[in-house]
């Protein structure tokens, strides 16, 4: 079991906007622990505060680690560790974009559905981290476009909201049956 709850689409908390963390204090550390926990464990590679219920500007990524699906042997604690690469993004905020790429992408509050989305290839990013110092980070391939999906979280867009009007609805509507489906 996930340690917190994902919540998913049409949940009205993935559309509002998530506020700045005003002070980066220690009792940020028991969120970010349990949103990597809860990443890892979906397994996705990027979650957005919104998406566990609290609308503040933090992010957890990591592009690097997947869990091999086949492996039936227990996981080695100690190898497992070093496999992860986690990023913590507090306030994040893009201040450069260059280029554009289109990926498929999904997203653990959409189950099921995947779609291409066009967005920016680099980005430049100017964040907090855990320790409330100010960051900077450069970011191309899967990590920008990750960044850039997480971070479209905060703001209460998912990327179903960057399709074509057409390819939306079909996807709200089938998401929206899907639901139904599963909780009678
Ligand atoms: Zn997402």
């Not at 970010?32 to 998406?51: H, R, W």
Request: charged fraction near 35%; aromatic fraction near 6%.
């Amino acid at each position: 079991m996930p340690k917190l709850k994902i919540y998913t689409f049409p949940d009205t908390v993935l559309a509002q906007k998530a506020l700045p963390v005003q002070r980066v204090e220690k009792s940020y550390y028991q969120l970010v622990e349990d949103m990597l926990e809860t990443m890892y464990e979906a397994p996705g590679i990027g979650l957005a505060a919104n998406q566990v219920g609290v609308l503040e500007r933090l992010v957890v990524i990591d592009v690097d680690y997947t869990r091999d699906e086949d492996d039936e042997r227990a996981p080695d604690p100690d190898l497992e560790m070093k496999k992860k690469n986690p990023i913590i993004l507090i306030n994040p905020e893009i201040i450069y974009r260059e280029g554009s790429t289109i990926t498929r992408e999904g997203c653990l509050s959409v189950p099921d559905f995947r779609s291409e989305v066009k967005r920016a290839d680099k980005i430049k990013l100017r964040f907090q981290n855990i320790d409330g110092l100010e960051k900077e980070l450069s970011a191309e391939g899967i990590l920008s476009v990750c960044i850039q999906h997480e971070l479209d979280h905060l703001e209460g867009t998912l990327f179903i909201d960057r399709l074509s009007s057409l390819k939306k609805d079909f996807a709200k509507k089938k998401l929206i049956k899907a639901r139904r489906g599963s909780s009678r």
